[in-house]
Nanobody, 123 residues
Framework: QVQLVDSGGGLVQAGGSLRLSCAAS????????MGWFRQAPGKEREFVAA????????DYADSVKGRFTISRDNAKNTVYLQMNSLRPEDTAVYRC????????????????WGQGTQVTVSS
């Protein structure tokens, strides 16, 4: 199974930007759908974004469409989440995840997870 290490979180003011990174091990990284999820205190974990094996297809939660961009660089075994126009409600622990399905947003389909990186957006 692929091993994931996510990073890039931090404290940012509302309207600012952050880029999260997720580094994966293994030569078969390109065969995994990659996704980002987040969980705020007292809330359920929610889907944020996903990108297909080749990067040609993406999907986003309605709450982040137009603000967040997911991408991947298979040569670097890395997936990114560019977050712009951040809002306080974006505050959460963000985790990257990998799935063997071609493209999915279902939490249970993702079998490998990063340790999580904290994103805090101040008003």
């Amino acid at each position: 199974q692929v091993q994931l290490v996510d990073s890039g979180g931090g404290l940012v003011q509302a309207g600012g930007s952050l880029r999260l990174s997720c580094a994966a091990s293994g030569r078969t990284f390109s065969t995994y759908t990659m996704g980002w999820f987040r969980q705020a205190p007292g809330k359920e974990r929610e889907f944020v974004a996903a990108v297909s094996w080749t990067g040609s297809r993406t999907d986003y939660a309605d709450s982040v469409k137009g603000r967040f961009t997911i991408s991947r660089d298979n040569a670097k075994n890395t997936v990114y989440l560019q977050m712009n126009s951040l809002r306080p409600e974006d505050t959460a622990v963000y985790r990257c995840a990998a799935s063997r399905l071609p493209l999915t947003t279902a939490t249970l389909a993702f079998t490998s997870w990063g340790q999580g990186t904290q994103v805090t957006v101040s008003s």
